[in-house]
């Protein structure tokens, strides 16, 4: 249960009591009582209230590009530039990928010419 919330978990109940007298009547008039047993038929149940805890932990901080790789490409470092063309390949830059990158994102730069997933693998 989320920290600030409460909730009844077990209701609470009036109990029940038999208590049996012995009554001493002098003339019509009531004149003794005595206790002779007193026995509780139906025991109280308490209430329980549940106080909740549980404090959700903060989001983890999003995960950045390390030293200038494009997040859209994993495994290799394909840099962050106005566009960025396979090296080797036709392209005119201005940067260059020189190496195989798993498509992670968006294919930004169009590096995965055959849309099977990998950047710069033929």
Do not use: H
């Not at 038999?18 to 009531?30: A, I, P, Q």
């Not at 404090?55 to 997040?71: I, K, L, N, R, T």
């Not at 063309?85 to 260059?96: I, R, S, T, V």
Request: aromatic share 6%.
């Amino acid at each position: 249960m989320v920290q600030g919330q409460s909730a009844v978990t077990t209701a609470g109940q009036n109990g029940e009591r038999t208590r049996t007298y012995r009554v001493t009547l002098t003339d019509g008039k009531e004149t003794k009582r005595e206790l002779v047993s007193d026995t509780v038929t139906v025991p109280p149940v308490t209430e329980v209230t549940s106080v909740g805890t549980y404090v959700e932990p903060a989001a983890p901080p999003p995960a950045a590009a390390p030293g200038g790789c494009d997040p859209n490409y994993a495994d290799a470092c394909v840099p962050i530039a106005s566009d960025v063309d396979c090296a080797g390949g036709k392209g005119n830059g201005p940067a260059y990928f020189d190496g195989v990158a798993r498509v992670v994102g968006r294919d930004i730069y169009k590096l995965d010419g055959d849309g099977d997933g990998w950047a710069c693998n033929g």
